[in-house]
């Protein structure tokens, strides 16, 4: 456990998570090459929303799963001064639950602002599949994300990690990815100290999707003390090994080769 080591080849890396969750559901996204007209654009990315009486549904994180999916169709990238959450919510739902008509001329009329939600989401998903794992969460990821690849939660790594189970239980590296409802620490915010102590840690406001306190006012909340800060950014904590088990957090070693 801790920092990465490789062997004496140098081929072979052992690196230490805190979640691993297989991918059980990937949804063929079709090429979005940037030659495709507007309305190839629309079919498409229509052709992705899921059964349109399971978009009221309620996503882990507590939101609506339209609005799950409004953020990780964008690597949820918005910011109320180039890209509103809330107008790109509103044509999501009438582009994806809309009728034919409707629909595609709320998506001709998006696409004409030039902070478009929907050319956003062309740039973002391009070479990026969506996926759902056992634990429910969705996210997107590689191209050649598949069934029974996992999710994984790398110490140290600024993003969720898809690996490849291989032979010898050792791993090969698709990519990273955007899993929603791991992207914010969450994994670490829900652990025994937390759920002994009914204490519920929230990292984002759910009217913006922004953080509303500093990481060590939330790890500290969560039972874990912080352990250390990165030089230059104070808004980087770090947390050891010990702290993360002593609060009922399990660490698995994977080898990487």
């Not at 069934?147 to 291989?166: K, M, Q, T």
């Amino acid at each position: 456990m801790g920092r990465p080591s490789f062997d004496a080849s140098g081929l072979q890396c052992t690196v230490s998570g805190v979640f691993n969750n297989p991918i059980v559901e990937v949804v063929d996204q079709g090429d979005l090459n940037f030659d495709m007209s507007d309305e190839e654009l629309w079919k498409t990315i229509r052709s992705w929303r899921p059964a349109v009486e399971s978009l009221d549904d309620i996503y882990l994180t507590g939101e609506g799963l339209l609005e799950a999916y409004c953020r990780i169709l964008v690597w949820d990238s918005f910011s109320e001064a180039h890209l509103s959450f809330a107008k790109s919510l509103e044509s999501l739902k009438k582009v994806w639950c809309g009728d034919e008509s409707s629909s595609k001329r709320e998506f001709t009329r998006e696409l004409a602002d030039e902070n478009s939600y929907f050319r956003r989401v062309h740039v973002i998903t391009r070479n990026r599949k969506l996926y759902r794992t056992s634990s429910g969460h969705i996210g997107l990821g590689p191209a050649d994300a598949q069934p029974y690849d996992v999710v994984c939660i790398l110490l140290g790594c600024r993003y969720p990690v898809i690996l490849r189970p291989a032979a010898d239980r050792k791993y090969q590296v698709v990519g990273t990815c955007y899993t929603h409802g791991l992207m914010n620490g969450e994994i670490l915010y829900n652990n025994e100290h937390t759920r002994k102590s009914n204490v519920h840690v929230d990292p984002s406001d759910p009217d913006t999707g922004r953080g509303r306190h500093t990481p060590q006012d939330l790890l500290e909340k969560a039972g874990l003390r912080v352990d250390g800060r990165q030089k230059g950014y104070p808004w980087t904590c770090w947390v050891s090994d010990k702290t993360l088990l002593a609060a009922g957090i399990q660490i698995e070693d994977f080898v990487l080769a």
